[in-house]
């Protein structure tokens, strides 16, 4: 069974940077397009980042030019760098792997940013 572990998550003042880090199992991970969703409370869930199986990149532009994505694909592995944190950041953030009709999830992981 295809596993996303979500991790890095944690409660940070604005201004602040995060490190998210999703590890993938039982799944041929360079074949995936990863992203990084995110979900606030009595919000829908929204893309923050996507990266494709060739690097290429997506930002919304409520995150550009903060956030960041990258893949290691030795270490199976995707991660957000988070940057200049706002409290509007503040969400549970998931992990997506997807490839054709394939589409997995992770367990999310918090991010709080507050003074």
């Not at 998210?20 to 039982?26: D, E, P, V």
């Not at 995110?38 to 494709?52: D, F, M, N, S, Y």
Request: aromatic share 12%; net charge positive; proline share 3%.
């Amino acid at each position: 069974q295809v596993q996303l572990v979500e991790s890095g998550g944690d409660l940070v003042q604005p201004g602040g940077s995060l490190r998210l880090s999703c590890a993938a199992s039982r799944i041929s991970f360079s074949f995936y397009h990863m992203a990084w969703y995110r979900q606030a409370p009595g919000k829908l869930r929204e893309l923050v980042a996507h990266i494709t199986t060739l690097d290429s990149t997506y930002y919304p532009k409520s995150v550009q030019g903060r956030f960041t994505i990258s893949r290691d694909n030795a270490k199976n592995t995707v991660y957000l760098q988070m940057n200049s944190l706002k409290p509007e950041d503040t969400a549970v953030y998931y992990c997506n792997a997807q490839m054709g009709r394939d589409d997995y999830w992770g367990q999310g992981t918090q991010v709080t940013v507050v003074s």
